[in-house]
């Protein structure tokens, strides 16, 4: 991916500075959009590596498509995705997921993944379990929407350089971001990958390093 080259625009010297430090992240890791909405759920509260593991299992299992997880039982589900945490509680989350796939969209995936965002965004966020982080990730990851992703890390390291309040919302933040970048999926995917890569080697919650992170000095 190329930088986009706009003066007094912090939010893309950021992205540049990191993508000049870190290079293309190719997230998702994942093969198909359907792996990529079950690691969406999986990933809640849980670092990836075992998010990796509950994945492998269900690919063993021959579960890894919408109509083969779709006709498992949550308690199968759930024995599967073990390595995950929370099972029992994601495997519900994933059936609630699969059943809104079922009810709005006639259980055919692809419609949904073509559907328009907003309308597909309020059916992700109506599913129990589903907040606004989750959806938002399938929705760029999965479907390729210019759906700017917001976690933790994201407000963790732009109110550390003052570019958004300690208090600020997911909305607001989100809000933020688009305001201050071309609408563009490609960008959006390989920025909120950077963010997470910047906070997770360097930006950490406790004793940030920020003698050796790229984005030492800037906007200080
Ligand atoms: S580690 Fe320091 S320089 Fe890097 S993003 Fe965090 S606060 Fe900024």
Known sequence: MVEIAVPDNPFLSAFNLLLDHFGPQCWWPAETPFEVMVGAVLTQNTNWGNVVKAIDNLRQAGLLDYHSLAACLPTDIAALIRPAGYYNLKAQRLVNLLQMVAESYHGELEAFLTDRPTSARENLLAVRGVGPETADSILLYACGRPVFVVDMYTHRVFSRHQLLA??????????????????????????????????TSYCKKTNPRCSLCPLQGFNH
Do not use: G, R
């Not at 600020?168 to 920025?191: C, G, K, M, R, S």
């Open 166 to 199: 300690e208090e600020t919302d997911y909305q607001t933040i989100q809000e933020t971001f688009v305001n201050h970048l071309p609408v563009d999926a490609q960008l959006y995917n390989e920025y909120h990958a950077l963010i997470v890569k910047v906070a």
